[in-house]
């Protein structure tokens, strides 16, 4: 578990994007990180390649200010700190219920996928979701991010400030 010191040097809030497809997606994720001071971690396989003019497009000149990273596994990128599954569908406690701490990671699946079930299954007391009705089966990838980052930055007090 994180510690304010532990956190002293480093994010305040991680959000991990595994094997996300969509470089517009990761582009827009990524200026949203900015804008709170979260770090970007990407973990591969990636559906663009990173220099994807998209992704550009959707970062615009946010890109330069974004602390982000690319890993192998889940585990590169989550490492000792406190992490939240968000997971489209039913189980799961709502996003809002959760008691963020900084340092804490919001780790996302990719857009056609979600998260591996091993994933979910191995650590289901912090799998959380954001309500959606049936019709619209889920949410898009960066307007999910956006609104769980959103909530922790508004439990932490704007941390990114």
């Not at 990719?110 to 650590?123: A, F, K």
Request: proline share 6%; hydrophobic share 40%.
């Amino acid at each position: 578990m994180a510690t304010d010191s532990a956190v002293a040097d480093g994010p305040p809030l991680h959000v991990v994007l595994v094997r996300p497809e969509i470089a517009a997606n990761t582009g827009a994720i990524g200026r949203t990180c900015v804008a709170v001071g979260a770090k970007l971690w990407l973990v591969r396989p990636l559906g663009f390649h990173l220099d994807d003019r998209r992704r550009r497009r959707a970062g615009l000149d946010y890109w330069e200010y974004l602390d982000w990273a690319v890993v192998d596994d889940i585990e590169g990128a989550i490492g000792p700190q406190r992490f939240w599954l968000f997971e489209t569908g039913a189980g799961g406690r709502l996003y809002t219920d959760v008691g963020y701490e900084l340092g804490d990671a919001l780790v996302f699946g990719s857009e056609s996928q979600g998260l591996p079930t091993s994933l979910l299954d191995r650590d289901p007391e912090r799998v959380v979701t954001v309500p959606v009705r049936p019709e619209a089966r889920s949410l898009n990838l960066a307007s999910a991010v956006a609104i769980g980052l959103y909530e922790a930055v508004r439990q932490l007090g704007r941390p990114g400030r």
